[in-house]
């Protein structure tokens, strides 16, 4: 059984930088250390780097001292003030490519557009562009919430798009020609992260040559659940995983070839782990 390994899964830019940041901070903290949320989609790596010092908490409320590291996924300006407000130390680890799509965001509402934003409801990325895009932002995830806003009335005028980092351009594409004779005047920033969109294409073209394709990652994770949809679109035998471990020797009857990817908080020991179980189960049914 060939095991075709991408060369693009795994950590990304913004993920390695945070996570290099989280550990420069836990070698010369003084105090407790601790992240808004998780700092990446990813359990195993959550739980090392807090037996390295560095813990979650879900709210400001929760910091009494020490350092704050704001996570990759960035956050609103009210959260911002509400960590200061603790009179502890900030340490921003926010993707520099969320920040761009920040800017872009609040300067569509200074320029008097309606903010749309392109991703999912609830993500904390989405939540903090909406954020930093003011009151009358909408967040906008589906062809179909978009025509119902557009036949609502709601989307009008001068309309500006911004668009969470991992999200695939088809999507984009597809809202924007909804939105285009919709609104007297259309903006969009193109946000999506290189990154994403890089890995998405190497992905789906290994899984056009694959029997089988292994998408490795948090099941909380956005960026690997699409990883693992676009694959599956291609390939229906596409199984998302967290850990080798879940790797079943059964989902090989028959396989020539398997695809191995993965999310971009995906550690590299957790792609050449399922590497190594794969080939294992090669040898086997070899
Ligand atoms: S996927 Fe892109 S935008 Fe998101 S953290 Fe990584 S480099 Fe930054």
Request: charged share 20%; glycine share 8%.
């Amino acid at each position: 059984m060939k095991v075709l390994i991408a060369e693009r899964g795994g950590y990304c830019y913004g993920v390695q930088r945070a996570l290099d940041i989280a550990h420069e901070a836990a070698e010369q903290g003084s105090g407790p250390i601790h992240t808004l949320g998780p700092i990446i989609h990813n359990p195993g790596v959550v739980e090392k780097l807090a037996r390295a010092g560095v813990s979650p908490v879900d709210s400001p409320d929760e910091v009494e001292e020490g350092t704050v590291i704001l996570r990759t996924h960035g956050v609103a300006p009210a959260v911002i003030e509400a960590v200061e407000a603790r009179g502890v130390k900030v340490v921003d680890a926010t993707c520099p490519y969320v920040k761009v799509a920040q800017e872009k965001a609040s300067s569509l509402a200074r320029a008097g557009y309606l903010p749309v934003i392109l991703g999912e409801h609830d993500h904390p990325e989405v939540t903090a562009l909406a954020a930093h895009a003011g009151e009358r932002a909408m967040v906008i995830e589906s062809v179909r919430e978009l025509e119902e806003a557009v036949a609502g009335g709601k989307i009008k005028g001068k309309v500006g798009v911004v668009v969470q980092t991992t999200q695939a351009g088809d999507n984009l594409a597809a809202l924007a020609a909804v939105l285009a004779p919709a609104c007297r005047e259309l903006l969009v920033y193109n946000t999506m992260c290189n990154a994403t969109q890089k890995c998405q294409e190497e992905a789906l073209s290994l899984a056009r040559r694959a029997d089988v394709v292994i998408v490795i990652g948090g099941r909380n994770s956005a960026n690997t659940t699409r990883l693992a949809q676009l694959c599956r679109e291609v390939q229906p035998r596409t199984y998302h995983i967290e850990d080798a471990e879940e790797i079943q020797q059964e989902w090989f009857d028959g396989t020539e070839t398997v695809a191995v990817t993965a999310g971009a908080s995906t550690p590299p020991e957790q792609i050449e782990s399922a590497a190594h179980h794969l080939r294992a189960i090669g040898d086997v049914l070899s």
